[in-house]
């Protein structure tokens, strides 16, 4: 199974409320990173939260890491039709002599109606 | 540039033929990664480079699979005698600090069908 692992698998709701994602991991990790893709696109960086940190809002984002339970979370509010994409949790994996590779979840489907 | 721009959009390649994607990563990143998409779920790591030189080839398909980053070049990934398990977007993505906590900044990627 993936390092990364997002839940709901495909999550659906109205425009106007709040969308929740979570992700798991299995390993220590140094930091976590949520991604958007739109579709036929590549990923958009969202939000980077350090394994020292509890919480972090960025906009209408607000990320938590639980590292005791290995889990994080992203909340959308007030959601919008344009918040319509996949959502990643990433978790890195610190390279010998610097540099990053992410280990990317499996994603969540969203889906923001009028 | 600003963007981390990959081509060709689509490529489509018989099984046996040769495939070749090529990304130009943002101006002044370092590092340089390529990942692989399967029925637009997991993201597979391929290869990361530091300049020029291969930093962890961990995720690569040996056999027919092979990178390159060469100085005043776009990167390149190339597929020698493609398999239809190969159809899938290739994502190059770069960023600009050793550090991990640097994001990663990704292209819109390259559709490769095997037929």
């Known amino acids: 199974s993936q390092q990364g692992e997002e839940d709901p698998q495909a999550l659906s709701i109205q425009e106007g409320e709040n969308a929740t994602m979570n992700c798991s991991y299995k390993?220590?990790?140094?930091?976590l990173q949520w991604y958007r893709q739109n579709s036929g696109r590549g990923l958009v960086h969202l939000i980077l939260?350090?394994?020292?940190?509890r919480e972090k809002h960025s906009g209408r984002l607000r990320v938590t890491l639980d590292t005791s339970k290995k889990s994080s979370s992203l909340l959308i509010t007030a959601s919008r039709a344009a918040d319509t994409a996949s959502y990643f949790c990433?978790?890195?994996?610190?390279?010998?002599?610097?540099?990053?590779?992410?280990?990317f979840g499996t994603g969540t489907q969203l889906k923001v109606e009028l | 540039g600003e963007e981390v721009a990959q081509t060709p959009k689509h490529l489509v390649r018989g099984e046996g033929q040769k495939a070749k994607l090529y990304c130009a990563p943002i101006?002044?990143?370092?590092?340089v990664f390529w990942y692989q998409q399967v029925l637009k779920n997991e993201f597979k790591f391929l290869i990361s480079f530091q300049n020029e030189n291969v930093f962890d080839e961990t995720g690569m398909p040996k056999e027919r699979f092979s990178a390159k980053c060469l100085p005043n070049s776009p990167c390149s990934l190339e597929i020698q005698a493609t398999k239809l398990e190969d159809s899938a977007v290739y994502f190059c993505?770069?960023?600009?600090?050793?550090?991990?906590?640097?994001?990663?900044?990704f292209g819109n990627g390259t559709r490769l069908t095997v037929t």
């Open positions: 101006k002044g990143h370092s590092y």
């Open positions: 390993t220590s990790i140094n930091n």
């Open positions: 939260i350090r394994s020292n940190e």
């Open positions: 993505a770069s960023s600009s600090r050793q550090s991990y906590n640097s994001p990663l900044h």
């Open positions: 990433a978790t890195d994996a610190m390279l010998t002599g610097g540099g990053n590779k992410l280990t």
